[in-house]
């Protein structure tokens, strides 16, 4: 086929050409001026457009004739013609949009960096839902260059109720545009001088008392079967100080109950590190007793449907896209409603669990060791009440 020769394209001619012994053949159509296919002689078939602009030749690919649409290409390369005719060039607007693209596609472009640095998968998840929910409608659409400090702070503003989802959004702001800065999308930084609020470490836990009722309402859940699986999770998390959703998606290959240990994976931790640790004997007879009552329902099932039904990997199974309970909101909401207590949190369970331990003189590197932390000065800045109060206590008579 002679270069520039003109044809009226069909798709079902473009299916049909075939690539040139070496180099390339141009085709162009003859229904849209300019447009037309390259084919190589690696097989590759792309739209091209060639236009004149300023008294300059030029020529820009559209995209793959294998998965654009004969009249897609057409349709785009008669709005690129368009923009040549107001003397806009389609080749200097393209790369102003890769050298300054919007914000919504540097969003995208740092959930996937933090993907490649194999963060976590609950890491990633509450990045999305930052970016979804309080940046993209804010600034998606503007372009990472126009992003100024004004736009920024009304963003965390409207966050000045939410402390901690604030100081949040703009963590994730602030690492956007340090990539973007690494990227050479722009030179600054606009969240540099935006102020994170002062937070409160919450010191919220659970009384003895409180401790009580939760334990009797939870007591009276088991015994329901659709509230069980709800019901074991909750009493787990107190007596594990575990992370509700390391707790979620935990399988019982984990769990060595004869030895009383619970082995978390890396993929599964906060820290992204192996996790092992010694459980308290009553989380180790409530998972005895979930993993029987799993197995009598798998065997009950069996001899209903007359085949083999194999016990679920997971601790907590259910129909969610991972295979594993996600959330117990509105279940813990009942609970509190039922135990009579007031600005009770399920995190607070974890909270609770450290407090118990640091209360009874436990040291700090075996708590730390018992409920994940890596760092001393986070289990402090939480649990700084219980520590400050062991403190005076051993100071009390010290002198005589």
């Known amino acids: 086929m002679p270069k520039d020769n003109k044809v009226n394209f069909t798709q079902r001619y473009i299916d049909a050409l075939k690539p040139p012994a070496e180099g390339e053949t141009l085709i162009m159509d003859s229904k849209v001026p300019g447009l037309g296919i390259r084919v190589r002689y690696t097989g590759k078939v792309v739209y091209v457009l060639r236009y004149q602009l300023g008294g300059l030749h030029k020529k820009m690919t559209i995209g793959d004739a294998k998965l654009i649409k004969l009249e897609s290409a057409r349709d785009r390369a008669l709005e690129l013609l368009g923009d040549v005719q107001a003397e806009n060039d389609p080749i200097a607007q393209r790369n102003d949009w890769r050298n300054n693209p919007p914000v919504r596609q540097l969003g995208a472009e740092t959930i996937e960096h933090l993907k490649s640095l194999d963060r976590s998968a609950t890491y990633i998840e509450d990045s999305q839902r930052l970016l979804d929910r309080y940046i993209l409608p804010a600034i998606g659409d503007m372009r990472v260059r126009d992003v100024g400090a004004r736009d920024i702070e009304k963003i965390i503003h409207q966050l000045k109720g939410k402390t901690r989802t604030g100081n949040l959004v703009?963590?994730?702001?602030?690492?956007?545009?340090?990539?973007?800065?690494?990227?050479?999308?722009?030179?600054?930084?606009?969240?540099?001088?935006?102020?994170?609020?002062?937070?409160?470490?919450?010191?919220?836990?659970?009384?003895?008392?409180?401790?009580?009722?939760?334990?009797?309402?939870?007591?009276?859940?088991?015994?329901?079967?659709?509230?069980?699986?709800?019901?074991?999770?909750?009493?787990?998390?107190l007596y594990t100080g575990a992370r509700p959703r390391e707790l979620f998606k935990s399988t019982w290959e984990m769990f060595d109950l004869e030895a009383g240990v619970w082995t978390k994976p890396s993929h599964h931790t906060k820290q992204k590190k192996v996790h092992s640790h010694k459980l308290a004997q009553e989380a180790i007879d409530l998972l005895k007793s979930i993993r029987s009552a799993a197995e009598a329902d798998a065997k009950g099932k069996a001899e209903k449907i007359g085949q083999p039904v194999e016990v679920s990997p997971f601790v907590f199974p259910s129909d969610s896209k991972g295979g594993h309970l996600t959330t117990i909101k509105k279940f813990w909401a009942e609970v509190c409603k039922l135990a009579e207590l007031t600005d009770a949190h399920l995190y607070d369970l974890r909270k609770t669990f450290a407090t118990l331990l640091l209360s009874r003189g436990v040291d700090i590197k075996t708590v730390m060791k018992l409920t994940g932390h890596t760092q001393a000065s986070t289990l402090l800045r939480h649990y700084a009440m219980v520590v400050g109060g062991a403190e005076e206590k051993a100071l009390e008579g010290l002198f005589g």
Do not use: C
């Not at 690492?175 to 690494?182: C, I, S, V």
């Not at 009276?220 to 019901?231: C, G, N, V």
């Open 170 to 237: 703009r963590s994730f702001l602030s690492r956007m545009f340090k990539l973007a800065r690494k990227w050479t999308y722009r030179m600054d930084d606009p969240t540099y001088g935006v102020e994170k609020f002062e937070e409160q470490a919450r010191e919220r836990f659970y009384s003895l008392a409180e401790l009580d009722k939760i334990r009797t309402v939870l007591g009276q859940k088991l015994t329901e079967t659709r509230f069980r699986q709800s019901a074991g999770a909750t009493l787990l998390l």
